[in-house]
């Protein structure tokens, strides 16, 4: 019987006829909502998901009786129930490693572009308002030489960390993380709780997967003890950050900038604040998202789901522990 793959988000030609050749497939690569009924179609004849951006619930899970695993095209797996997964034998994979230097790179630029109000500097040119030297009003703060505040110290926390460190010459601590003696060695890094954290470091990054234990992690709270100055930078999840707080923040002073590629809710709604503060560099969930990158991850998501619903173990699995556990 020949499998069939829903593909829910875009992926290369080549990809394409790739799983093509054994699999029977549906694609629809610009699915936006999940009551869609092409998609719920797919989804009741589905033995395997490839996608990305979609939330999976047990809901949806009800309808698709035949489905054996899902390669999501993601390193984060906050978007599916984990626990009802494996309750269900279907094994989830996801995309580490692959999205690691590209994604701290983004961290990278949005440290850069706060604290050097890059967009809303270049913002002037275009507009035709520089018109004379730039003075004090315009002066950004340095990166170079800085304590830099890693909230999280996994594969992207340590790869924005070593280029603070090896690249800028930054003090580099971090918190919401084992102990690393490694990178301690190799980047001078340090480990600090939390709250010692906030109020050491001039750059705050937050890189911590989307949990319970992480949800609204930096808050109003955590805001006010940061340093006066500070800039806050996340790629991680929205969700780890009460937005709300942030906002106040930014609006009242407590926090000097923020740069963000992840909001509450994605696309940013209409009426949201941020796209308008001048101390905020807001970016459309990028942290992947280049060519060779997002190539890599949907090659990394098939390997995947050929692996799995031939019965081997993938690449990259999330609950293959758990599912063998059962
Ligand atoms: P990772 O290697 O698993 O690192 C996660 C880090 O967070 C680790 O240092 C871990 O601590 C720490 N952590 C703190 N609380 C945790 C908890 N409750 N559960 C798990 N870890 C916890 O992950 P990664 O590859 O660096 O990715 C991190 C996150 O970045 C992803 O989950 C995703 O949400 C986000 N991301 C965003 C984009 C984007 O487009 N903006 C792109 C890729 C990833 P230990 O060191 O003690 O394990």
Same mark, same amino acid.
């Given at each position: ?46 033995? @395997?998901?490839? +996608?990305?951006?979609? $939330? =999976?619930?047990? *809901?949806?899970?009800?309808?698709? %009786?035949? !489905?054996? &695993? ?93 280029? @603070?460190?090896? +690249?800028?010459?930054? $003090? =580099?601590?971090? *918190?919401?993380?084992?102990?690393? %003696?490694? !990178?301690? &060695? ?114 990394? &998501? ?25």
């Amino acid at each position: 019987m020949t499998r069939r793959i829903l593909v829910f988000r875009e992926i290369s030609a080549d990809q394409l006829d790739s799983l093509r050749a054994d699999f029977e497939v549906d694609y629809l690569p610009h699915v936006t909502d999940a009551d869609d009924p092409a998609f719920m179609d797919a989804l009741s004849r589905a033995h @395997g998901l490839v +996608g990305a951006s979609l $939330k =999976i619930t047990p *809901a949806l899970l009800d309808q698709a %009786p035949q !489905l054996e &695993a899902i390669a999501s095209i993601s390193v984060g797996y906050d978007n599916y129930p984990v626990d009802e997964l494996t309750r269900r034998g279907i094994l989830l994979c996801n995309t580490p490693d692959v999205l690691t230097e590209t994604t701290a790179d983004t961290g990278f630029l949005l440290i850069m572009s706060t604290a050097r109000r890059a967009i809303e500097l270049a913002e002037l040119i275009k507009q035709g308002k520089w018109t004379e030297s730039i003075g004090k009003s315009h002066f950004g703060t340095d990166v170079h030489g800085k304590t830099l505040g890693m909230v999280g110290m996994g594969r992207i926390g340590a790869a924005i960390a070593r280029r @603070g460190a090896l +690249g800028f010459g930054m $003090k =580099i601590l971090y *918190a919401k993380a084992s102990p690393k %003696p490694a !990178l301690d &060695a190799e980047l001078g890094a340090q480990h600090r709780e939390l709250d010692q954290l906030l109020e050491e470091a001039d750059i705050v990054c937050v890189t911590v997967p989307l949990t319970e234990e992480t949800e609204k992690l930096i808050g109003a709270a955590e805001f006010a003890r940061m340093k006066a100055g500070a800039i806050f930078v996340n790629v991680a999840r929205g969700k780890v950050v009460d937005e709300a707080a942030m906002i106040a923040a930014l609006k009242d002073g407590t926090l000097h900038a923020a740069g963000l590629d992840v909001f509450e809710k994605e696309p940013l709604p209409a009426d949201s604040p941020l796209p308008h503060m001048a101390n905020v560099v807001a970016l459309p969930h990028i942290g992947s998202a280049t060519h060779e990158t997002r190539t890599a991850m949907a090659q990394r &998501a098939i390997d995947n789901i050929r692996l799995a619903l031939s019965g081997q173990r993938p690449l990259s699995p999330v609950n293959a522990d758990d599912l063998n556990d059962g």
